[in-house]
């Protein structure tokens, strides 16, 4: 066989206990099964992904794998042979299977299997049916696995046993050989705290004032979290509520969303205290927080740009104080603002304690509308949105023209169904062009990975006329689909001057 060029993709799910491959397992035994066979590989590094599932359950992409998607289709792969340790670490899907075995057959691509030791042609008919055979097989096994640890889990919810990660407050006892749990206890400094939050809760303290606390304590926050810009927030009333409204304190096991009977650990706080808690904290004559319509444009949209919190819109006051002729102050004016909602009791990156940015609600308001639709109203708006979907520009460029060519033909029936009163000829032709319309919107969707709600708003064209007219959710939905604006702190030069001072807000464009 000719010298054949040859390009990897690894992957391995989360393997705890080590009985899988890594993917650099998978790949000394790739190269080695090349070497033998007379190919060379790629110079470019193997398509990597770790701590993927390839199953249908998965929870997060796999960038390299459409990655590779993505070569395969612009033609741009640049090798004679795709090599896998095994069909499973290709996919576990049949669907996505298909899809890569049809792209390979389109590029003239062949399928390497180490595991099977053979090279397989995606055009060839035996061929593409064996690796078929192959996702099917893998597919069923995934389904097999889910089935069983749905079971599994269950069973231990029935017996009161843990499930996933530790719960704040407890600590779990292992046997030092076996590592077979043996009880779950109380933890020493974990769990005073948690009976310490519901105590003042049901005396009458503020979820705020609890958070407070804890910060000023100097307390470590009950679960650290990921994001970069808000890994200092500590503890934050919300934390404090959530954490109370789990059942696993009141010694019970709970079973997506249901309590399911005891726990095998101790309860922190006694069931008839827990459920009392509840109404405490949530009235059932109150709606949930959750629930309330929004009231302003950005409050929660906007962040702080020195700490990255979320704002929220409180009053300000305007002007100085003034005295009236008895030296009695006077009422003073107020505007509202949106503020940096900061963390209570903890400082920010500076050191500075409270909220760190302010702005006022309607100069804000402005500056963002006015972002976003300029943004908007840009005809290569899907265009050049991020770095996602690069090399798509034809595409996306070529749907959004065949989307604009169906609402154009439709316009002309509609008026035309007008003069002649031929109204079933309009509903005739919707019914047919809107599918269409569907389909277009669909394929752009999935080359912009924009939000559907943006590409429906972008259709219609009149992007200006339609905000004006646009319900504030609405509202709020697309300026989360397309930025994250910060208000930066006010520049020198600015203080004490009134006007829109447009420098103050980075846009964060997504």
């Known amino acids: 066989m000719s010298e054949l060029s040859v390009r990897e993709y690894l992957r391995v799910s989360k393997d705890r206990k080590l009985t899988g491959k890594s993917p650099d397992q998978q790949h000394d035994e790739n190269v080695a099964s090349i070497m033998r066979q007379g190919w060379i590989l790629h110079p470019d590094p193997p398509y990597r992904d770790t701590d993927r599932s390839a199953s249908r359950y998965a929870t997060k992409a796999r960038e390299d794998?459409?990655?590779?998607i993505d070569d395969l289709e612009g033609d741009t792969f640049g090798a004679d042979v795709l090599a896998i340790w095994e069909s499973s670490r290709g996919s576990r899907r049949v669907g996505e299977w298909v899809d890569l075995v049809d792209l390979c057959k389109a590029r003239s691509v062949r399928i390497w299997v180490t595991t099977h030791g053979r090279l397989y042609d995606p055009a060839n008919a035996r061929d593409r049916r064996s690796l078929l055979e192959d996702a099917v097989d893998a597919e069923y096994e995934s389904e097999k696995t889910s089935e069983r640890i749905r079971r599994d889990v269950r069973a231990a919810a029935d017996k009161g046993k843990p499930h996933g990660k530790n719960v704040y407050g407890f600590l779990r006892v292992y046997d030092e050989q076996t590592r077979e749990l043996l009880r779950v206890e109380e933890h020493p400094a974990q769990a005073p705290i948690v009976k310490e939050a519901a105590r003042r809760v049901l005396d009458g303290d503020t979820?705020?004032?609890?958070?407070?606390?804890?910060?000023?304590?100097?307390?470590?926050?009950?679960?650290?979290?990921?994001?970069?810009?808000?890994?200092?927030?500590?503890?934050?009333?919300?934390?404090?509520?959530?954490?109370?409204?789990?059942?696993?304190?009141?010694?019970?096991?709970?079973?997506?969303?249901?309590?399911?009977?005891?726990?095998?650990?101790?309860?922190?706080?006694?069931?008839v205290t827990w459920k009392k808690l509840q109404i405490v904290m949530s009235p059932p004559e109150h709606k949930r927080t959750n629930d309330w319509p929004a009231k302003h444009l950005l409050a929660g949209i906007a962040l702080c740009g020195v700490c990255g919190a979320p704002t929220r819109v409180g009053k300000q006051n305007a002007g100085a104080k003034k005295l009236d002729d008895e030296g009695n102050p006077l009422p003073r004016k107020t505007y509202l603002a949106y503020i940096c909602s900061g963390v209570p009791g903890r400082p920010g990156p500076d050191g500075t304690k409270g909220f760190h940015v302010a702005m006022r609600q309607e100069h804000l308001d402005t500056v963002v509308t006015e972002l976003v639709l300029t943004r908007l109203e840009?005809?290569?708006?899907?265009?050049?949105?991020?770095?996602?979907?690069?090399?798509?520009d034809t595409d996306r460029r070529a749907v959004l023209e065949e989307i604009a060519g169906y609402h154009a033909y439709l316009n002309e029936v509609r008026?035309?169904?007008?003069?002649?009163?031929?109204?079933?000829?309009l509903l005739d032709q919707e019914a047919r062009i809107e599918p269409l319309i569907k389909t277009a919107q669909a394929r752009l969707e999935k080359l912009s990975e924009m939000d559907p709600f943006v590409l429906t708003l972008l259709s219609g064209g009149a992007i200006r006329l339609e905000w004006t007219d646009m319900e504030l959710?609405?509202?709020?939905?697309?300026?989360?689909?397309?930025?994250a604006p910060r208000i930066s702190r006010i520049g020198k030069g600015w203080a004490g001057q009134k006007g829109i001072n447009y420098e103050r807000v980075e846009p964060g464009w997504r």
Not at 378 to 392: I, K, T, Y
Not at 415 to 425: E, G, I, M, V
């Open 65 to 68: 794998f459409k990655r590779l």
């Open 207 to 271: 979820f705020y004032a609890i958070a407070k606390d804890f910060n000023e304590r100097g307390i470590a926050q009950r679960r650290p979290t990921r994001k970069e810009h808000r890994k200092n927030y500590g503890w934050t009333p919300p934390a404090v509520k959530q954490m109370l409204s789990m059942p696993a304190y009141a010694g019970k096991r709970q079973h997506q969303g249901e309590i399911v009977g005891d726990a095998m650990w101790p309860a922190l706080i006694d069931f």
């Open 378 to 392: 840009r005809p290569d708006f899907l265009a050049m949105v991020g770095e996602r979907g690069q090399g798509n």
């Open 415 to 425: 008026a035309d169904a007008a003069a002649k009163l031929r109204f079933n000829l």
């Open 473 to 483: 959710a609405k509202k709020r939905r697309l300026i989360r689909a397309v930025m």
